[in-house]
């Protein structure tokens, strides 16, 4: 019997006991009986001791709350024979580790479209060549595998700014001469570079749009400079030109904890108003298009269009040398950070921008004052003049 039915018969016999003796109240002894039969002790003793059993039986056993752990995200393996490249974070020849990177001069008129092999390039940078012509830009290319071009430009002069650019990837710089300005410049320790002389290709247009760097030719043109093909003396201060996150991952920069963001999916630089530069975000790459003259960028060998994984906007003011519009950035900034942008997989963040010295390594610092971490990719670089900056927009 359960201790439910034996509570329950004990109380009715309470009951039957005490409406039997209130039944008998005209009993002149009735007042000196008592009014319920006094339980043995035996029982109630053993009533207790089965509804405690059966209390303990019907406890919930707990279970001890397990502490799960997060496990790290899984990173993704370098494939065998490759290491990280130091200018876009990815897989990359390792027979190449030590070989230094050059920065090659594009010619950017309108006229000089198609490009060849821009793709190919790690990092683009973007600057105004003259004041003149509605500013019009030029672009210099930093490529690590050199030694794959096939044709590559065309090539075109460089300007004073473009020397302490390409020393800080101790890069050989490409290029077709340049106004007197640069002599002093090319004249430091530092420089390394390649003027004129290369590959003419016809293709319909001036003489000026025709020059190309093709297969072999750097290799010879260094041996002959006596030029390294390694990094030498001068070659980069750390092993990675920016801090990469780590091969595999990609992450805005709100999920990398940064908290002053905007949306960015597409970047307009009104001040570069001759080819009016533009990035736009593209979904199904996860990578910017850069366009210019209304049309999305694409190389003339392979339809390739030109596209980075990140996007920097350095605010940098520039000094106009002479009435003919040639200039130079003022890249050198010691102690007094400026103002930058930094983008990637449709997000924007503020930052700020440090080049210790000519050879040193432009760096790039978030909210908190610490280097900014980027995405494995390729970047694009843009130099855009203080009188300008306010003017840059991002939808």
Same mark, same amino acid.
């Given at each position: 019997m359960s201790i439910q039915k034996k509570l329950s018969t004990l109380l009715l016999?309470?009951?039957?006991? *005490?409406?039997?003796? =209130?039944?008998?109240?005209?009993?002149?002894?009735?007042?000196?009986? &008592?009014?319920?039969?006094?339980i043995p002790e035996e029982e109630l003793m053993a009533f207790q001791a089965e509804k405690e059993t059966q209390q303990q039986q019907q406890q919930v056993q707990v279970p001890e709350t397990e502490t799960v752990t997060e496990e790290e995200p899984e990173l993704m393996e370098v494939p065998e024979g490759m290491y990280l490249s130091e200018l876009t974070g990815l897989p990359i020849d390792e027979a190449i580790r030590d070989q230094r990177p050059v920065a090659v001069m594009i010619d950017n008129e309108k006229i000089a479209l198609n490009h060849y092999e821009t793709a190919e390039s790690d990092i683009v940078y973007e600057m105004m060549n003259s004041v003149a012509n509605d500013h019009v830009t030029r672009l210099m290319c930093i490529r690590k595998?050199?030694?794959?071009?096939?044709?590559?430009?065309?090539?075109?002069? +460089?300007? !004073?700014?473009?020397? !302490?650019?390409a020393a800080?990837?101790? *890069?050989?710089?490409?290029?077709? @001469?340049? !106004?007197? $300005?640069?002599?002093?410049?090319?004249?430091?320790?530092?420089?390394?570079?390649?003027?004129?002389?290369? *590959?003419?290709? &016809?293709?319909?247009?001036?003489?000026?749009?025709?020059?190309?760097?093709?297969?072999? #030719?750097?290799?010879?043109?260094?041996?002959? *400079?006596?030029?390294?093909?390694? $990094?030498? =003396?001068?070659? &980069?201060?750390?092993?990675?030109?920016?801090?990469?996150?780590?091969? @595999?991952?990609?992450?805005?920069?709100? #999920?990398?904890?940064? +908290?002053?963001?905007?949306?960015?999916?597409?970047?307009?630089? !009104?001040?570069f108003k001759h080819n009016s530069s533009e990035l736009k975000y593209n979904e199904s790459t996860g990578t910017y298009d850069y366009y210019e003259y209304g049309s999305r960028h694409i190389d003339g060998e392979d339809n390739e269009p030109l596209t980075f994984k990140n996007v920097i906007l350095q605010d940098m003011d520039y000094h106009q040398l002479d009435e003919n519009g040639y200039l130079t950035y003022y890249m050198i900034n010691t102690g007094d950070p400026q103002p930058g942008l930094y983008i990637t997989?449709?997000?924007?963040?503020?930052?700020?921008?440090?080049?210790?010295?000519?050879?040193?390594?432009?760096?790039? $610092?978030?909210e908190t004052g610490n280097e900014i971490v980027i995405n494995p990719g390729k970047t694009y670089i843009g130099l855009v003049p203080k009188s300008g900056w306010k003017d840059v927009t991002l939808r």
């Open positions: 016999a309470v009951f039957l006991t *005490a409406a039997a003796v =209130s039944g008998c109240s005209d009993d002149k002894d009735a007042g000196s009986a &008592p009014l319920v039969d006094k595998d050199w030694k794959s071009i096939n044709q590559m430009g065309s090539i075109r002069s +460089t300007r !004073p700014t473009n020397i !302490p650019l800080e990837y101790n *890069a050989v710089l490409v290029h077709d @001469g340049g !106004p007197f $300005y640069i002599n002093e410049w090319l004249a430091r320790n530092y420089a390394r570079h390649l003027s004129g002389g290369f *590959a003419r290709i &016809p293709n319909g247009k001036s003489y000026e749009f025709t020059e190309y760097v093709t297969t072999g #030719e750097l290799s010879k043109r260094m041996a002959s *400079a006596g030029y390294s093909e390694t $990094y030498d =003396s001068y070659r &980069p201060e750390r092993n990675t030109h920016f801090i990469f996150g780590d091969y @595999g991952t990609d992450m805005t920069p709100s #999920e990398r904890g940064l +908290t002053q963001t905007q949306a960015a999916t597409d970047i307009r630089i !009104p001040f997989n449709g997000e924007a963040v503020n930052i700020t921008w440090l080049k210790d010295s000519e050879t040193s390594i432009t760096k790039f $610092y978030d």
